[in-house]
């Protein structure tokens, strides 16, 4: 079995900053790209940024130069940190983690944090 424990949502003023962690524990054998979503009200799920095993990163261009990814291998964590939060980055947070548990697998199945809500005040 696999959970992802979300964490760091929060109410923040516009400008400010937070940090959000995503930590994958379980039945893990290895984990391929990491990534961070978001859902805003009456809004379709979208991608925020995501982290290749090897580091590569991409964002959505709403959030490049706010926003920045990374990841903890050693700990099996993603993180996403917030600066400069506009009003438009309210919503529900959700980790996404493609993972094998086990060395027959062939494909990567994803799996999902349990949503952090992050509300930037005006």
């Known amino acids: 079995q696999v959970q992802l424990v979300e964490s760091g949502g929060g109410l923040v003023q516009a400008g400010g900053s937070l940090r959000l962690s995503c930590a994958a524990s379980g039945t893990i054998f290895r984990i391929n790209v990491m990534a961070w979503y978001r859902q805003a009200p009456g809004k379709q799920r979208e991608l925020v940024g995501l982290?290749?095993?090897?580091?590569?990163?991409n964002y959505a261009d709403s959030v490049k130069g706010r926003f920045t990814i990374s990841r903890d291998n050693t700990q099996n964590t993603v993180y996403l940190q917030m600066n400069s939060l506009k009003p438009e980055d309210t919503a529900v947070y959700y980790c996404?983690?493609?993972?094998?548990?086990?060395?027959?697998?062939?494909?990567?199945?994803?799996?999902w944090g349990q949503g952090t809500q992050v509300t930037v005040s005006s």
């Open positions: 982290i290749s095993s090897g580091g590569i990163r």
């Open positions: 996404n983690v493609q993972i094998r548990t086990d060395w027959t697998q062939t494909g990567w199945y994803p799996y």
